[in-house]
């Protein structure tokens, strides 16, 4: 299965540089520095690309579902956000996809190594499917072990990449949960640690601060390490603790409290896919004027 530090290429919808300025400004800065590749989606309306583009299971092989959450099905005026297609998008990009019958996010997938890591919501937004049904799709389609965390209902997104991050060799980097739900922060543990050994992000502060989940929304590919920078004290202890975790890796910070305002941070905003060697400069897909 390729894990984010397989990937060389970032994808973005144009609308992020739109909605998100300074973020964009920083994060265009950052790649182009480096010479690392990105491109632009077309056919997006929604910041959000990680929750609706496809699932890099191989090098040929992508796996798309429907994307029909129900936080968007709420009020009209989200209604619209439904419209993106990544199957669409992948194929205007000549990446194959291959479909599966589950409504999902594609924020509520971290891949670890040979296994798959979401939250229970899965099983929620497909009621009509016997979760024996729903885990033999996944299964199948992921080619991997699935691995379910309890779904905290105070967070009706359901993801998974706001609760942990791949950290390769059989461990993952937990957000501090802890620190606002110990009882919660205790069940996702012990589930994960009938896999992985698991590594507390933690920050010692006087104030614990509502937005410190968003550090383990960080934005990795083989190169390169983003993490959000929120202009908080817990800023700097966020990046030292992800280095010691990723010390080959350059790791650098992203001021992104625009994002996170929103409710996502980098890798929300963000789809990274492992692509062969192309010729630089960038691939544009959609100019943003």
């Not at 998100?20 to 910041?47: D, E, F, V």
């Not at 990544?86 to 997938?109: Q, R």
């Not at 779904?151 to 791949?166: A, K, M, N, Q």
């Not at 996702?188 to 601060?209: G, T």
Request: aromatic share 10%; glycine share 6%.
């Amino acid at each position: 299965m390729i894990t984010d530090n397989q990937t060389n290429k970032i994808y973005f919808s144009p609308l992020l540089a739109m909605e998100c300025p300074k973020l964009w400004t920083s994060i265009h800065s950052a790649l182009s520095k480096r010479g690392i590749r990105y491109g632009l989606l077309r056919h997006t309306n929604y910041i959000w690309c990680r929750d609706y583009m496809p699932i890099q299971i191989a090098d040929d092989y992508f796996v798309s579902y429907r994307f029909e959450p129900d936080y968007l099905k709420k009020e009209k005026r989200y209604q619209k956000y439904l419209m993106c297609d990544g199957n669409k998008i992948c194929s205007e990009i000549s990446y194959p996809t291959i479909g599966i019958d589950l409504i999902m996010d594609g924020g509520n997938v971290v891949k670890c190594g040979d296994t798959v890591v979401m939250t229970e919501k899965i099983f929620s937004e497909n009621s009509t499917k016997s979760r024996h049904e729903v885990e033999h799709i996944l299964r199948d389609a992921f080619k991997s072990d699935i691995l379910f965390l309890p779904w905290d209902r105070e967070e009706e997104f359901g993801h998974s990449d706001g609760i942990l991050h791949y950290a390769g060799d059989g461990r993952v980097l937990l957000t501090n949960y802890a620190d606002f739900d110990p009882k919660m922060a205790e069940e996702i543990e012990k589930r994960l640690e009938k896999k992985f050994d698991v590594i507390r992000l933690q920050y010692k502060v006087k104030r614990r601060h509502m937005r410190s989940w968003a550090y383990i929304n960080f934005l990795q590919t083989e190169r390169l390490i983003m993490v959000p920078q929120l202009g908080m004290e817990e800023d700097e202890q966020a990046i030292e603790q992800i280095i010691s975790v990723f010390p080959d890796i350059e790791t650098i910070g992203i001021p992104a409290l625009e994002a996170v305002r929103r409710g996502g941070a980098l890798n929300c905003i963000s789809w990274n896919v492992k692509k062969p060697i192309e010729p630089y400069p960038v691939e544009l897909v959609e100019k943003v004027e």
